[in-house]
């Protein structure tokens, strides 16, 4: 099972480290294993939370999602982007812009880095409003229940989320420009970008997903009335169509949401944008082939509070993001961040199962007849 889910990830791993011994020698070799180390650690949330998309997605559409949403996620983010971002705000014409990233590396980075703030405002924005519509939405399952039910019983307030997600932008924005202001003013100018940018990130994720909840209400409606016709049992509504189509949207921007940090961190270990390609792209195809094995494992269904795990990992990711705009965080910290919170959860989820079996086993014991 994990060689079958695994086998393009493998192969493609293969193909990466020996494009980067071609490439540039052993040094690159070690470069590009060191960037898919960083990209996995990065976004083992992101498997998770896309594991409990995809799950309710047809097969047709899990296919999609691994060999076009592949494309995106290697090609597109990882490669395609950062040259997009130079050509935007150096004013170049893509053809430039690759040359720029090719033959003057330094100037390229420093681009980039200017471009951060931007950056890091829109994916904030995004992954911060998929973290506060999670927490504050009524679960049957609590992990934090001392947190989430108080939580659960704010979110009845209409359009909470968006408020506070609108108050932590201008307190960024407005942060970053009296720093700049007291700074000389130097990036005075970038607030305003900070703040446009993080509305964008905020209306993208209110279109793409309103209209994917709108599509997958109106298909799980279909399917109950045909349910109700037929005088059959309800069963987990698999999405197609239209639904399956803004859902599958949905996931490509929140993976490009979570790519950002990756993008911006390899900067760290390299400025060489062919050994960023070849180690966020390995990285990049395990997170999706873990993504299709967590769904077909079931594994969601057997550890309940990972996607909790997650989902806090992508409210700390979110913050860490906003904080990145005026201050240096390390990417070892915020891939330990998601780690820590993940590995919790699954230790929670054990927990619970072993608790469960065992007061099963007690429940039987308790209706055997005493002979």
Known sequence: MILKTFRWAFAVTALGLAA???????????????????????????????????????????????????????????LVFPVVIVAVTAKLNPYDAVQLALTDKDRYQQLVTDAHPAIAAFGGMFLLMIFLDFIFEDRDIKWLA??????????????????????????????????????????????QTVLISGVAGLITYMVVGGLSGYFENRLEDEEEREAQQSGGTDSPVKLAGQAAFFMFLYLEVLDAS??????????????????????????????????????????????????????????????????????????????????????????????????????????????????
């Open 20 to 78: 980067g011994v071609l490439y540039d020698g052993w040094a690159a070799f070690g470069i590009v294993a060191i960037l898919a180390v960083l990209e996995i650690s990065l976004s083992f949330d992101n498997a998770v939370v896309n594991a409990g998309i995809l799950k309710k997605m047809n097969t047709f559409w899990q296919k999609i999602f691994l060999t076009v949403g592949v494309l995106i996620a290697v090609f597109g983010m990882r």
């Open 146 to 191: 001392w947190l989430e039910r108080p939580l659960a019983k704010l979110g009845k307030v209409d359009m909470l989320s968006v408020c506070i997600a609108l108050v932590v932008l201008l307190i960024t924005a407005f942060t970053f420009a009296t720093h700049a202001h007291q700074h000389g003013g130097a990036h005075a100018d970038k607030a």
């Open 258 to 371: 979570f790519s950002f940090d990756g993008v911006i961190g390899a900067f760290a270990i390299t400025n060489d944008i062919v050994l960023m390609a070849l180690g966020l792209g390995i990285g990049a195809m395990y997170v999706r082939s873990l993504t299709v094995y967590l769904v077909r494992q079931g594994t969601l269904d057997d550890y309940v509070y990972l996607e909790h795990g997650a989902h806090y990992a992508i409210g700390a990711l979110a913050v860490i993001l906003m904080v990145t705009i005026q201050y240096q965080i390390n990417e070892i910290i915020t891939g330990l961040v998601g780690v820590i919170l993940i590995g919790w959860s699954f230790w929670s989820s054990v927990r619970r199962n072993k608790q469960l079996a065992a007061a099963e086993g007690a429940t039987e014991t308790d209706s055997v007849p005493v002979p």
